[in-house]
């Protein structure tokens, strides 16, 4: 089974709501990651947590939480979001040097 | 930035046409990996190269890698529609598991 489970889909939500994305792999992998995706850009790193712990957050804004639970799960936390962080965002998780990825849940802020 | 620089940005050429994207890099890496998304999905893996290989083949694709230049390419061969995808290069540094991607090629393949 190679597969990122991402949910929900789709999600629009107010700035001044409270969601949260979440991610599941069942593959062992110990390594997860949250890119954030803009149309026709590339997906940029976020976060990245090694054996549950968070190794890597690329200066990403504090209206973003993760939390890894468990070596299966990855949450992302929204905040006060702003429109300009309407956007793909992608699970990901790897063992050795491949990168597998969910389908991604698009999030509109409005 | 450590992101890499793809070229062409967009692609369009004729089924059974080969197509050949470019990527280049900035910093030393451990491997160079190609990925492709479908409009709107997650990327899935291609191929990988690793920093001591020049050339590798899988299927219709295969890439290069030249340390020297901080380069590799991508040809896909014999293009079909269903290639019609964005196909991105991605680098790590040594060990981190900080993969970032390059600026992407948008391919379009007519039929």
């Known amino acids: 089974d190679t597969e990122v489970t991402q949910t929900p889909k789709h999600l629009v939500m107010g700035m001044t709501n409270k969601k949260s994305l979440k991610c599941e792999q069942h593959m062992g992998h110990r390594a997860m990651y949250w890119y954030k995706q803009k149309a026709k850009k590339p997906p940029e790193l976020m976060f990245v947590?090694?054996?549950?712990?968070?190794?890597i957050n690329e200066s990403v804004p504090s209206r973003f939480s993760p939390e890894c639970p468990n070596s299966s799960l990855l949450n992302l936390h929204l905040h006060a979001l702003q429109p300009e962080d309407s956007a793909l965002y992608l699970c990901a998780s790897s063992q050795g040097n491949t990168i597998y990825f969910g389908e991604g849940s698009w999030l509109t802020v409005v | 930035s450590q992101q890499g620089e793809e070229d062409p940005q967009a692609l369009s050429i004729q089924e059974g046409e080969n197509a050949t994207m470019n990527c280049s890099y900035k910093?030393?890496?451990?491997?160079l990996q190609w990925y492709r998304q479908n409009s709107g999905r997650g990327l899935v893996h291609l191929i990988l190269i690793r920093s001591n290989e020049r050339e590798k083949h899988s299927g219709r694709l295969r890439v290069t890698l030249d340390t020297s230049k901080k380069s590799s390419s991508l040809l896909i061969t014999a293009s079909r529609a269903a290639d019609t995808a964005s196909y991105f290069c991605a680098t790590e540094g040594s060990g981190t598991y900080k993969y970032i991607f390059g600026t992407g090629t948008r391919l379009k393949v007519l039929a």
């Open positions: 910093t030393s890496i451990n491997n």
């Open positions: 947590y090694s054996y549950e712990k968070l190794s």
